[in-house]
């Protein structure tokens, strides 16, 4: 599920408020950066493409839960796919199409502000770029599309990557849901995103 910052005025944001969305939106521009300039020096697998498309289907497709800033899909199955087929690069642009796209149907009842947009899609893009890097660095293995490896040497650490991107892509938003509302982050964290953890896993 997409996990997002909810209504966010401008006149109300307070200075730290701007301070944290500059920071994790220069801290996306440089992963999403990175990630196509490795991408483009070095392409993946043209089937990576399924997946994009896979995704933006998936993502097309969302269930409102009332009273959370967030939205739920099955689009984490092939954000997943794409970190243990094709590495970080083709993880990180999944997950920003996955984001941009759920975003467009959203915008089609109320557009959101560019500044929302962008924090959502940084978060996202921030959370499973460290995720995924998280991932490789502790199991010491390739991306699968290069080399094979068992499904019993690669689960336990499955849920490792699905708990690192959780926790991050949630405190993330729930740091600015609690700075715009002067309130506990972790509160925030607890009572809107704990439960969303099961559609991670």
């Keep these: 599920g997409l996990i997002q910052a909810g209504n966010m005025s401008s006149t109300d944001l307070s200075g730290a408020s701007r301070l944290y969305i500059s920071v994790v939106v220069a801290a996306g521009v440089c992963v999403v950066l990175g990630s196509l300039n490795v991408l483009l020096r070095a392409p993946v697998d043209p089937n990576w493409l399924v997946l994009a498309v896979l995704t933006l289907l ?35 642009m999944i997950v920003v199409l996955d984001t941009l796209v759920i975003s467009f149907w959203l915008g089609r009842q109320s557009s959101p502000p560019w500044y929302r947009l962008a924090f959502n899609t940084a978060a996202a893009a921030v959370a499973i770029w460290v995720a995924t890097h998280v991932f490789y660095f502790f199991t010491d293995i390739q991306p699968l599309s290069v080399a094979h490896s068992s499904i019993v040497r690669l689960l336990p650490w499955l849920f490792l990557l699905a708990t690192v991107y959780f926790l991050l892509n949630s405190s993330l938003v729930a740091i600015v849901v609690g700075l715009n509302k002067r309130r506990s982050p972790l509160i925030v964290w607890r009572q809107s995103f704990l439960w969303l953890s099961l559609n991670y896993f």
Excluded: K, M, N
């Excluded at 009332?66 to 794409?82: N, Q």
């Design 58 to 92: 998936s993502g097309s497709f969302t269930v409102r839960i009332p009273g959370i800033p967030a939205r739920l899909s099955v689009s984490e199955t092939f954000v997943f796919s794409a970190a243990l087929l094709y590495g970080p690069p083709a993880a990180t």
